[in-house]
């Protein structure tokens, strides 16, 4: 009989997550065997609750907010682009430590892929410097953008965001996006969405032709990118495929096998955009 392998993903809040309906559909595709729990933890009991997990013989997992930056301080060892960001979101079981990786940023650019928007060449508009964000601004360097402005209502962590990226991400005040011209990419990746506060933004920095990204998906997107098709945006997106591509990223440094993701994309955006709905 093969053993059930134990996951979880990590967060708070984390009640809402579709990781394990995303690593579920995953295993189907290979008849693996896994258990893969929400598991809720903030920064004062991450590292207990996380210890916890390993001793009931938890072999993987991921993070989510707002515990990006706390698990790459409790891993012992961590990849290349992890460290680079400074963030992990994914967790790997390596004896009686873990190691640690960072898969959003491959999935967010695979998922611009599946919208049509290459970042080559592209004037870019980060907002927010957090665990997400950190993983997203280095890919979006890396894909060789033309420039990436970085804003955050604490503008200190947009600076150093800027200068660990270097010569082309620059820092820009909140309230200076009011003088700034439209962007060819808006992301947002602050936790605004995720309370009950509306967001809002100096319009200036989105064209008709602006893609706006929302790195969350469902509901917690919902004020960015209502307040970007007012602004004018006719391109918009949310995070959902963003969560499933690196989803697929971290299915496959666990299994060695990286899912076919075309048929999750499909039925999770039917299932949210029924529960949007109220259907």
């Known amino acids: 009989m093969t053993a059930t392998l134990k996951f979880a993903v990590f967060g708070q809040p984390i009640a809402h997550s579709l990781s394990p309906r995303i690593h579920a559909m995953f295993a189907a595709q290979f008849g693996i065997a896994l258990d893969y729990r929400a598991i809720v933890a903030g920064h004062d009991d991450f590292a207990r609750v996380l210890d916890?997990?390993?001793?009931?013989?938890?072999?993987?997992?991921?993070?989510?907010l707002p515990l990006k930056q706390d698990a790459a301080a409790l891993c012992s060892n961590v990849s290349a682009r992890a460290r680079r960001c400074g963030s992990v979101n994914t967790l790997i079981r390596d004896g009686a430590s873990w190691r640690g990786d960072s898969t959003d940023g491959s999935g967010f650019l695979r998922d611009l892929a599946g919208h049509a928007f290459e970042p080559h060449g592209h004037r870019c508009l980060l907002l927010g410097a957090g665990g997400a964000a950190r993983a997203v601004a280095f890919a979006l360097a890396d894909a060789d953008v033309a420039h990436l402005a970085i804003a955050n209502r604490t503008h200190e962590?947009?600076?150093?965001?800027?200068?660990?990226?270097?010569?082309?991400?620059?820092?820009?005040?909140?309230?200076?996006?009011?003088?700034?011209?439209?962007?060819?990419?808006?992301?947002?990746?602050?936790?605004?969405?995720?309370?009950?506060?509306?967001?809002?933004?100096?319009?200036?920095?989105?064209?008709?032709?602006?893609l706006c990204y929302d790195l969350s998906y469902g509901r917690a997107a919902a004020p960015f990118?209502?307040?970007a098709r007012a602004a004018g945006a006719l391109r918009t997106a949310d995070g959902l495929g963003m969560l499933i591509?690196?989803?697929?990223?971290?299915?496959?440094?666990?299994?060695?096998?990286?899912?076919?993701?075309?048929?999750?994309?499909?039925?999770?955006?039917?299932?949210?955009?029924?529960?949007?709905?109220?259907?």
């Open 52 to 64: 916890a997990f390993a001793r009931e013989g938890g072999v993987g997992a991921n993070v989510t």
């Open 157 to 210: 962590r947009a600076r150093a965001l800027a200068a660990a990226i270097g010569v082309k991400a620059q820092a820009i005040g909140w309230s200076d996006l009011a003088a700034a011209d439209p962007f060819d990419l808006v992301v947002h990746a602050t936790a605004a969405g995720h309370g009950a506060a509306k967001f809002n933004a100096p319009t200036p920095i989105v064209g008709t032709q602006t």
């Open 225 to 227: 990118l209502r307040w």
């Open 245 to 279: 591509e690196q989803a697929a990223d971290a299915f496959a440094i666990w299994h060695g096998r990286r899912p076919d993701t075309g048929p999750i994309h499909a039925a999770l955006r039917h299932e949210l955009a029924a529960s949007l709905s109220g259907a």
